[in-house]
Each structure stands twice: as C-alpha cells, then as structure tokens.
C-alpha cells in the first residue's frame, strides 16, 4: 500500500474532519492528487484534486466547505472538510499521478484503501 489514508470518523452535522494521506517512500513525488468518495450504491465521485502546482478543482456539492492542500516536502496531502452534512458520508480515497522509486524513477496511479467519513444528522 502506497497511499494510507487517516482522519475518518463519525461526527455530527456541523463539524470538520481533517482526512491525512501518507505517501509511502517509494513515492518520489505526488504530481497531483484526488481525493474521491463513494456512498453505498452510488459511483464513485471526485471530490477535489490539486496539482504540485497547487491549482485546485471541487466538486460543486463541497466548494466553500472542503479545502484539499498538500505538503510537498512531507509527500501528504489533505482535505480539510467544514460544515459536514450528512450527504457527506462515504468512504474517502486517495488518489495520486506519483513519480515513484524502483529501478527507475516510472510514473503511477496509485489508490489508498479508503477512510470512512460518516456525519449524523
């Protein structure tokens, strides 16, 4: 496992969860990164994304509400979730174009195993 997310838990309509994503040291560098969700019986559904460059994109049901960031030095990145509804509850993924270490430095899509996120209303 490349990418683990951490941060999930249960809280109520309202508050702020922070989800984490670690890079493993494989990884060299995260040259952009998502952050997907998916809500039993629904697809799965890109929440926000941002470039090493640090151009971001949102969904429009979590702009205003969701910051997604990165810390390059520390190969993380975040989602910084406010004003969490209840329409919110998924399990949340990490996902990542990484240049990464083997042989040679090859470029990958790597996915981490999912968080669970779930807000009571």
Known sequence: VYLVESGGGFVQAGGSLRLTCTASEIIYRINVANW??????????????????GVTNYVDSVKGRFTISTDN???????????LKPEDTAVYYCNADVTARGLALYEYNYWGQGTQVTVSS
């Open 36 to 53: 997907y969700r998916q809500a039993p019986g629904n697809e799965r559904e890109l929440v926000a994304s941002v470039s090493r460059g």
């Open 73 to 83: 030095a520390k190969n993380t990145v975040y989602l910084q979730m406010n004003s």
